[in-house]
DNA sequence: GTCTATAGGCTGATAGAC
DNA sequence: GTCTATCAGCCTATAGAC
């Protein structure tokens, strides 16, 4: 499963050999069929697998009693510390959302409004504390997972760019990406003016 | 060609036949060996056409003499539109940016670096002037363009969430995300404090 | 459970007529 | 330039021995 979640990621399905994956595994091409049924079986096993558990640790969040903006920073924060060990996830990630999810079935689609659900009440306790100013939870949702997701999904090209020098740049650390975001998002999100004179809806 | 862009951007280099886009053309499927010498001759030709005019487009922002933070909402209101009237363009800049840039040659490079290269201008103006405050180019560049490609690559798998009632939300439309990522860079990139109190870096 | 050998299907490319 | 027919290669799945 590892060796067909690097392929995956980085082939996709239909670029991907079963060959390749049971060499790169050293195991035999037919077990994979045994165990898997077939290739589309492993790369579902695979999308489950990945998504199922990178929705629990995110989920971890859910019940937390922090303020907004320290959530939201403990977010962007657990959320890359996840996909930095595990480049897979946002690259087939990506994969299936454009492709409309043709792999996904009703196990691992819920997995996808999980996150968002996650985002959305950061954003909703914030916006209703008035830790931050009004906005549209599913649009900061796409923006800041954007983000996030785009400085993986982009680090082969960005080493490969800057490997021959077409541009000259250090590669990024993910550490700096981290607060390089949080920084972005608290000041975006920032409430206009301070608390001291919020606009009454009753 | 305009048959292939679609096909390909929606399933990837591997995963479209091409009896699929001749079909689709209406031409037939010999033709596409006789003009583009094959399957991977079209796809060069299509990633050449579809990028040098994206860029061209983008560029024109370059000599401009606006203030950095109406260039930066002029940047992503162009962009957006761009991507908007052709979705195929993010989803094969992401699909490249994936697998590493494979079917990137000597032509097709400078156009990833050519864009950084307009944001960055952008970005440095506004610090220089200090409309910024103090960030990295390349960071902020990768948060700005994954903010907005993210929103266009994720539409057919939101379409899918949303019509099979996963997901109780309306259909966001470009026009708003637009104005919600312009608001968004804006706060995040302002300078701290009113230009009133500069630091002076002598 | 594991492996080898093979079948069966599909795909991209092209030879050659028009 | 366009089309039909065909080929050669590759890939997945499986039958069957161990």
Do not use: W
């Amino acid at each position: 499963m590892a060796a067909g979640t690097e392929l995956f990621a980085r082939h996709g399905f239909e670029g991907t050999r079963v060959e390749q994956i049971a060499r790169k595994a050293r195991v035999n091409k037919a077990m994979i069929s045994y165990h898997f049924g077939g290739k589309a079986g492993l790369y579902r096993a695979i999308l489950l697998s990945l998504f199922t558990e990178t929705v629990e640790r995110i989920r971890e969040l859910k019940d937390s009693p922090e303020p907004a903006d320290v959530l939201l920073r403990t977010f962007v924060r657990n959320f890359t510390e996840l996909v930095a060990r595990q480049p897979s996830v946002p690259m087939m990630l990506v994969r299936e959302a454009i492709s409309g999810g043709r792999h996904l079935d009703r196990e691992v689609l819920p997995c996808f409004t999980a996150i968002f659900s996650v985002v959305r009440e950061i954003i909703e306790k914030g916006t209703r504390d008035r830790t931050f100013r009004q906005v549209d939870p599913l649009l900061t949702h796409l923006s800041l997972i954007g983000s996030l997701v785009f400085f993986f999904i982009t680090a082969p090209l960005r080493d490969r760019l800057i490997s021959e020098a077409h541009v000259r740049a250090e590669k990024p650390e993910p550490e700096a990406y981290v607060r390089h975001v949080q920084d972005l998002m608290t000041r975006a999100l920032a409430a206009e003016a301070p608390p001291a004179a919020p606009v009454e809806r009753t």
